[in-house]
């Protein structure tokens, strides 16, 4: 039906172009003199240009974007080159052109527009440039350009929709941070261990089957061939260097603060030689074991990419959930915005089945806790739980010792 209603109106518009051609002749041939024949020859090109330009097909243009990269961090400035090519040299009196950006980009502050009129005249070739300032977290998809057309009388509009697929990746923004293990002093909770991060191999107390981050020296040859499968030898570990880190979902106001600091404890983690495990609930379950190097630094950073503030279950509860799976005796780090007494009271669970317990209570520049969370923070912390507060624009501070005795 659209199709349709576009044609009878194309078709209009050209039959009211030759009434005014026959119009301003026939008022040239009764009326005579030299304004009259004027005013007819003065309009005659616009309305052939009008009518050539109904007969003008936009299939002959090419559109193409160019990105510099596809990998960025969050608040990077993006350059992208849009260039046209076409085959004639039919003159256009102007081209309207837009690249359709998704509802994130074009939030985004734009000081040069994605939306840009040319006037191409006769040019085979013809380029712009827009730049995308602070590009937010997030995978981005480009689908398209829009192409629009017309005549200087207003009479004869084009458009048309070309396909044109990209993609750039938008990495968190992150912190270098200088991580310390914590380990647990009795009677004082947890305080920054400034030894080498190591796995402690030394001694064997068994055997179990072979799981994901496991390094090729721990396989257990003789009870891998018993069994018909690969087993590891199993350590007694005084100390884990092992961290997983569990990350609150839930919508906030600093959770982009959230993902930016835990992007930055993930890779201060494994930048120091230990392994990491990460788990979110968000839309969906994300579940990451604990493993090493720089092939688990970009799977946890491409997910942080992409995350979103939507739980719906309270960091607690996920806690209580999750916290069954995890069969390791591990530090503990959680990173959340918000602090409340269940929270406090399933970390402590958490720890004491578990491992050492950290939490990281993420703020906004130069705020402070509240009374509630000040009481909140004395609880945890007569429970062996060491809470760190971070204030947005300073993650470096979360192993120094000032934090350690917040």
């Given at each position: 039906m659209e199709k349709r209603w576009l044609l009878v109106k194309k078709v209009w518009k050209f039959i009211l172009l030759l009434i005014l051609i026959l119009l301003t002749f026939s008022y040239a041939m009764f009326q005579g003199g030299f304004v009259s024949w004027f005013l007819f020859y003065s309009f005659l090109p616009f309305a052939i240009y009008c009518m050539a330009l109904s007969f003008y097909s936009l299939n002959e243009l090419e559109v193409s974007r160019i990105l510099p990269k596809i990998d960025f961090n969050a608040g990077e400035v993006l350059q992208v080159t849009v260039k046209v090519k076409r085959s004639n040299v039919f003159p256009l009196f102007f081209l309207l052109i837009e690249d359709n950006l998704d509802e994130p980009l074009k939030l985004a502050q734009q000081r040069k527009k994605a939306k840009v009129?040319?006037?191409?005249?006769?040019?085979?070739?013809?380029?712009?440039?827009?730049?995308?300032?602070?590009?937010?977290?997030?995978?981005?998809?480009?689908?398209?350009?829009?192409?629009?057309?017309?005549?200087?009388?207003?009479?004869?509009?084009?458009?048309?929709?070309?396909?044109?697929?990209?993609?750039?990746?938008?990495?968190?923004?992150?912190?270098?941070?200088?991580?310390?293990?914590?380990?647990?002093?009795?009677?004082?909770?947890?305080?920054?261990?400034?030894?080498?991060?190591?796995?402690?191999?030394?001694?064997?107390?068994?055997?179990?089957?072979?799981?994901?981050?496991?390094?090729?020296?721990?396989?257990?040859?003789?009870?891998?061939?018993?069994?018909?499968?690969i087993m590891t030898k199993e350590f007694e570990q005084r100390q884990s260097h092992d961290v997983f880190v569990l990350m609150d979902c839930i919508p906030d106001k600093r959770f982009e603060t959230v993902v930016s600091f835990t992007a930055s404890l993930v890779r201060a983690v494994l930048k120091k030689g230990a392994q990491t495990g990460l788990l979110t609930c968000s839309n969906d379950r994300a579940y990451f074991p604990i493993s090493g190097g720089e092939p688990q630094l970009r799977?946890?950073?491409?997910?942080?990419?992409?995350?979103?503030?939507?739980?719906?279950?309270?960091?607690?509860?996920?806690?209580?959930?999750?916290?069954?799976?995890?069969?390791?005796?591990?530090?503990?780090?959680?990173?959340?915005?918000?602090?409340?007494?269940?929270?406090?009271?399933?970390?402590?669970?958490?720890?004491?089945?578990?491992?050492?317990?950290?939490?990281?209570?993420?703020?906004?520049?130069?705020?402070?806790?509240?009374?509630?969370?000040?009481?909140?923070?004395?609880?945890?912390?007569?429970?062996?739980?060491?809470?760190?507060?971070?204030?947005?624009?300073?993650?470096?501070?979360a192993f120094s010792e000032v934090s350690l005795r917040l």
């Open positions: 009129l040319i006037l191409p005249g006769v040019r085979k070739e013809f380029s712009f440039e827009y730049l995308i300032h602070d590009l937010p977290r997030g995978e981005h998809f480009f689908h398209s350009f829009t192409l629009k057309i017309g005549d200087p009388l207003g009479l004869f509009e084009k458009e048309k929709t070309f396909a044109a697929e990209g993609r750039i990746i938008v990495y968190p923004a992150y912190s270098e941070l200088l991580y310390q293990p914590f380990e647990n002093q009795y009677d004082q909770g947890l305080t920054a261990s400034r030894e080498r991060v190591q796995r402690d191999t030394s001694m064997a107390i068994g055997v179990r089957e072979y799981q994901p981050g496991d390094r090729f020296s721990w396989i257990n040859w003789k009870a891998s061939a018993k069994r018909n499968e799977q946890l950073f491409y997910h942080l990419a992409k995350i979103e503030a939507k739980s719906l279950r309270p960091f607690e509860k996920v806690i209580e959930t999750e916290g069954l799976f995890i069969q390791q005796t591990i530090s503990f780090m959680l990173v959340t915005a918000q602090l409340t007494k269940p929270l406090i009271d399933k970390a402590s669970f958490l720890g004491q089945r578990k491992g050492s317990i950290a939490l990281f209570l993420i703020k906004g520049p130069k705020e402070s806790p509240t009374e509630n969370e000040r009481s909140l923070m004395a609880i945890a912390n007569a429970r062996g739980i060491r809470i760190v507060l971070i204030n947005e624009g300073n993650h470096r501070a």
